[in-house]
């Protein structure tokens, strides 16, 4: 359908909703008030919010007109969504200015060098893997939409502001940019990469690595297999509720790989068996999620096999300091640590909650005795 003919057939669906959720509204004529209702607090928007989402059956299909109206007339979504051209779907994060971002830029420098003290006194060498953002690297589906000043910045600053610090951290935005010509890179309507971006990111990792050092244990062969092909409605269509009235209006879903990589001798097929790993890596869901295959894809580059302690949903701070205070960190020390770090979290805050603040600030106030802040300028 062309979009005008979309934009009629929300406007007549919503004609034809307009009297029945009149009618449904009546429902609300049952609703009574408790004995001591809370106003202050929102316990009585509360208590009313309940009677509706129990009572009004048209909820979900106000969902949906709000949100075909908004899409249609205005090109939006919810808020944490921004809509590109050609069904690119982005986040926000990505581009949005930060109010106090240059000082958490600081912060988080500062513990980055921490961690990399930490990983110096146990002699454990650290590769930073700062993941391109998604505009940075698929700009030309942006449409009218731009990053911040800050935005843009933020990959070269990074990268030299822990070039400065002495920590390794190569350039992965030339290969991928490289290799987008031959498969996609990121997914369109997801915020991660594809099988293949994980792919090459590992294999320029993997490069790194056998150019720098020797990797403790015998080479061991790992095989990839592509085991599915299937639908994926990446994770920025729950910023679109269109479905399932409006489930024609959404961008096409991507097509996604589906890839596992085992050990080529059966044998030694012992992926997760107590054994001296050389690597661990540490990161964001970019290197959790099954889904991508970037631990497979360092297993088979790297022909070792690895201690996964990435983590979704924390970004990348926050499972590097879990790991730093694990028994796996005390007992079982590789000899690298790959930590996978989205560009777009360095100006972001972090939940600490769970962390001892002292011991934080002991190791924040570390990074910036070597002056990695100063530097990030």
Do not use: C
């Not at 060098?113 to 146990?122: A, D, F, I, K």
């Not at 893997?129 to 800050?150: C, F, Q």
């Not at 939940?351 to 802040?373: I, M, N, V």
């Amino acid at each position: 359908m062309t979009r005008p003919i979309k934009t009629l057939y929300v406007v007549l669906f919503a004609l034809l909703l307009l009297p029945i959720s009149l009618l449904a509204l009546t429902r609300l004529a049952d609703y009574r008030v408790p004995e001591q209702p809370s106003v202050l607090d929102g316990g009585l928007a509360k208590s009313i919010e309940r009677h509706y989402d129990e009572n009004f059956p048209l909820k979900q299909a106000g969902i949906n007109l709000w949100a075909a109206v908004e899409y249609l007339l205005f090109g939006e979504g919810r808020s944490g969504l921004v809509i590109g051209q050609d069904g690119w779907l982005y986040s926000d994060e990505e581009f949005a200015p930060l109010a106090d971002g240059q000082r958490q830029m600081r912060d988080n420098l500062a513990l980055i060098r921490g961690v990399q003290r930490q990983l110096q006194e146990r002699d454990i060498q650290l590769l930073l893997a700062i993941v391109p953002a998604k505009t940075r690297l698929y700009p030309e589906h942006t449409g009218s939409h731009r990053p911040s000043a800050l935005q843009r910045s933020l990959y070269p600053r990074f990268h030299r502001a822990v070039r400065n610090a002495g920590i390794a951290a190569p350039d992965l935005l030339e290969p991928l940019q490289a290799a987008k010509n031959q498969a996609p890179m990121f997914l369109r309507t997801d915020t991660h990469w594809t099988p293949d971006g994980a792919d090459v990111t590992a294999r320029a990792l993997s490069e790194v690595v056998r150019s720098a050092m020797q990797l403790r244990g015998e080479p061991q062969q790992f095989v990839t297999e592509t085991v599915e092909t299937r639908a994926h409605e990446g994770d920025l269509t729950r910023f679109l509720p269109l479905a399932p009235l409006f489930a024609s209006l959404m961008p096409q879903a991507d097509r996604l790989q589906q890839r596992e990589t085992r050990a080529a001798d059966a044998d030694s097929d012992d992926l997760f068996g107590d054994r001296d790993l050389p690597v661990t890596l540490v990161g964001t869901s970019y290197s959790a999620n099954p889904a991508w295959n970037f631990a497979g894809a360092l297993r088979e580059h790297l022909q070792r096999d690895l201690a996964n302690h990435a983590e979704e949903g924390g970004g990348p701070l926050v499972p590097m300091l879990k790991y730093l205070q694990s028994e796996d960190f005390e007992n079982n020390p590789p000899q690298l640590v790959i930590w996978e770090f989205p560009e777009r979290y360095l100006p972001m805050t972090s939940d600490f909650t769970d962390f001892d603040p002292q011991w934080l600030a002991a190791l924040k106030d570390s990074g910036e005795r070597q002056g990695l802040a100063a530097a990030s300028h």
